[in-house]
């Protein structure tokens, strides 16, 4: 049985094997959650992406799928990078917004992680309206392969929409 919790933070405090960082496909950074990332982990995680885009990742990281890099200076093991969908009002992406959240548990599983904190993918630059994000990702982490998934969601909105989701 995996343990689902909901808090209230910033996903770069976070005391777990994997953070799951919300990314774009050229794994280079950008602003939200990748900045923070980036920011509070140091230049080993840039440096660990660069070298990904330099092998298997040429053509940058697809939507949907994830990749694994160490984590720095985080508190966290690894930092496991995926893309999400950027919201379509004329076409529904929904299954791929599942696939961040499985692909992610898969590679953390593979890593042997027992805990993975995933900020609300999508719903920050991307515009996906978050009780929507919130449902498809907790329907997503439901059958896990590791014991603790922890959503850490960075305002109250957000809270509130994962746990109305949830209930
Ligand atoms: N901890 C947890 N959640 C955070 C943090 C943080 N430190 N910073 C921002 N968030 C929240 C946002 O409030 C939003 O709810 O994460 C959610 C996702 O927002 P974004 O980071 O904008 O991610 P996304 O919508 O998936 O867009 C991805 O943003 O920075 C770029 O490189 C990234 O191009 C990619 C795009």
Redesign the pocket.
Known sequence: MTTIELVL????EQHVDVVVN???S?LL?????????HRRGGPEILAACRELRAGHYGGGLPTGQAVATTAGRLPARWVVHT??PVWSDTEDRSQLLADCHLNSLRVAAELGAASVAF??????????P?ASAARIALAAVRDAPVELVRF????QE?YDAYERARS
């Open positions: 933070g910033d996903i770069t919300a990314a774009n050229s950074g950008g602003s939200g959650v990748d900045g923070a990332i893309v999400g900020p609300a993918i999508s719903t920050g630059i991307y515009r996906w978050v850490v969601l960075f305002s957000t």
